[in-house]
């Protein structure tokens, strides 16, 4: 929602309110709110049915991101991906919005409950898409600061714009890393847009083009979930909205809305607690994890790229200053008072090539905080497979002894019965 | 260590290779190793007594964070301060560093250790501080990033360069929240300056004014500790460096470092890991948050205050853009090829108006960002101080209970024994 830009924007906020307050939704979860007018909005409309809220405020427009919840809202936390797109694709807008992880800490009926919510750098393009190795940085960021955060945690649940397909990179380390659960695979009963897509063609709002070639839309927004240590959790069902909305002629939302319902069971003594070290590692996940490095090796590249053109600009432009220095030294040598050059030409270059400096000087930040960022995630997933290689190759050491001692039972069994 | 800006600063980092090698700590948190080929250098030198390292890159230059562990490294992550000084201030430097607190997650003996090491902005002028209100935000973000990352850790290290006094805001909040321990004040022997001191006034290579009117030094590096469920902890030393090195004309640092030595004690089936909502909450804690709030509120005034002004120049570079506008048109408008007004001030003067929109949109969005952070913390401040105080009421009014609990046992146990 972007006021004058974003169409009926104002009605819209006013039927998501509506809607959210007939609903009735433990938790509510949304991005894109970016004018903090509307989050207001909201929470007014809401006070009753949500007396708690949070509202996460980062980047030059904000987050976008706000909680609602039935449910006290004991702690928040706030994590800025690192990387975000370009402040001159302006168009784009990415940039600006300060792309972020919120994590809201809630009291449910005495379980301890880390809600998470994010929205992640778009895709504008998917067949020459520039943003990928941004994209597959934020979902790294994303699955270690959840799993850094969730230790105490009974439930977990992640709900979001991940701007990535269900089979891609970024969705499949994420899922694998955390353990958490897709709430659309996982649901016992389903309703809304076939295989649950939230980015439908129909839409009034998006533009056909970027859909291609998903003639009938894609699942791009997520409700995940998994339940720790106290807890078992099912997702009983899933629906989306639909496009339209009875009544009114156009729908909520560019995308459609996912509501879920969790049905969380006690567990005493019960204990799904991933073990960091003993745990055996998904095989899979070392060649997720190498993927994953190339994309961003390829990111490094083109951000190095960038940066050797942006520096070698910045040299046109002192040269071009050199010149203008030389030429203004000319007269001044040859102890003359006339110009040999037009002044305003020589005005004219000279204002040209402070600008080339001021602008290459920003590019040249902008491109080395890229390649800083692009590097420590590559170091860190670098370890990361050492890390899996290493635990891999101990399971394997340590896999015919416990198979052993498996398969020994049903033999010993007998001699200890009575 | 800035390379050509700090003096012999190669020969230092030969020096401190040296000692780290000879000193054989188990890890080893350093800050300002910004020039990554210092850090290979140190990876080389340490690369039999420290197999086990990370650099954790942030910024334009790096975060100058470095680890060097004799134990595994099992995990990584960074946090970024969202708030770090000004960019224009180059000679600071601060804003370039990209200041950010970084975890290590090591085994060591079969324990789970969290190691952070961090570098918070430079306090250049005490009685004027402009950067307190980003410092005390920076203070807040690594309390918070302390306390939701360590939840399944054995033992919490901390080590750094606060840049803030033992009895300043930030050291206060930060030890009062995450139940560090302060190994200076703890240590059972303590060897090295006076008081602590890490930033003595004898150093060669710090400015003396920026000390006073502390005539001996400072005491802003720390090491803080805490042990969890499993793990008792206390300091059973402490030591400093003393400025001059046996042999050698220069001290290793601008800083003196800080050496403990940990005692580690297993505490099966103990537990002093803090209950997230049963533990009595210190009551000095909602005053403290409170002077947090002030501070950042401080500083939010001025950041909007900024922005302000650099809205009012962004509209003068519009509005002399527009007379230039005008200027070009008259000619035009009275059919005539004859400029009525000198060509030179005509370019220097649309050279000027855009210089003035490119500077003050750049402005406006760095200063954008601030208000944005600071009014996040804020939020989270207020968050935090109704959390806090809901907490003290609803022990306040469970403590005649409890107390009534406690004063009836003895007179029960006569009763129950035979």
Redesign the interface.
């Given at each position: 929602g972007i006021h004058y830009l974003s169409q009926h924007c104002s009605e819209r906020y006013e039927m998501i309110g509506q809607l959210l307050k007939e609903e009735e939704h433990d938790l509510v979860l949304l991005q894109e709110v970016w004018s903090e007018s509307d989050y207001l909005f909201l929470k007014k409309t809401l006070a009753h049915s949500h007396p708690y809220t949070?509202?996460?405020?980062?980047?030059?427009?904000?987050s976008g991101l706000a909680v609602f919840s039935k449910h006290k809202?004991?702690?928040?936390?706030?994590?800025?991906y690192?990387i975000n797109g370009y402040?001159y694709m302006a168009h784009h807008g990415d940039w600006?919005g300060?792309k972020a992880v919120g994590?809201v800490i809630l009291?449910i009926c005495d379980l301890?409950v880390h809600a998470y919510v994010t929205h992640l750098h778009a895709e504008y393009c998917r067949e020459k898409d520039a943003y990928l190795p941004h994209r597959v940085v934020q979902a790294w960021e994303l699955l270690?600061?959840i799993r850094?955060?969730?230790?105490?945690a009974d439930l977990v649940i992640l709900g979001g714009d991940l701007n990535m397909h269900p089979r891609d990179l970024g969705t499949r380390l994420l899922l694998a890393y955390t353990g958490l659960r897709d709430s659309y695979t996982e649901a016992e009963r389903f309703e809304g847009c076939e295989e649950g897509i939230t980015l439908i063609a129909e839409n009034p709002f998006i533009n056909k083009k970027e859909l291609e070639p998903f003639e009938n839309g894609i699942r791009i927004d997520y409700i995940l979930f998994k339940g720790l240590s106290r807890v078992s959790v099912k997702c009983e069902s899933l629906s989306t909205t639909t496009g339209s909305v009875p009544g009114k002629p156009f729908p909520y939302s560019d995308h459609e809305a996912l509501s879920g319902v969790l049905l969380l069971r006690s567990e005493e003594g019960g204990g799904d607690r991933p073990q960091?070290?003993s745990a055996e590692p998904d095989p899979g996940l070392v060649d997720m994890v190498n993927e994953a490095r190339t994309e961003v090796k390829v990111g490094l590249h083109s951000a190095e790229r960038m940066r050797g053109t942006v520096a070698r600009m910045g040299m046109m432009g002192l040269a071009l200053l050199l010149v203008e220095l030389v030429i203004a030294l000319v007269p001044w040598l040859a102890h003359s008072t006339e110009h040999a050059f037009p002044?305003?030409s020589f005005?004219?270059l000279?204002?040209l090539s402070?600008?080339t400096l001021?602008l290459t000087a920003?590019l040249y930040?902008l491109y080395?905080?890229q390649v800083?960022?692009l590097?420590?995630a590559e170091?860190?997933m670098r370890?990361?497979v050492t890390?899996l290689q290493e635990r891999l190759q101990k399971h394997s050491q340590t896999q015919p002894v416990e198979q052993g001692r498996v398969q020994g039972e049903p033999t010993s069994t007998p001699a200890n019965s009575p």
């Open positions: 949070h509202y996460f405020k980062s980047g030059v427009i904000g809202i004991l702690d928040t936390f706030l994590y800025r690192s402040p600006f300060g994590m009291d301890t270690h600061f850094h955060t969730s230790g105490g960091r070290c002044r305003a005005y004219l000279g204002a402070f600008a001021l920003l930040i080395s905080t800083k960022t590097q420590g170091d860190q370890l990361a890390g």
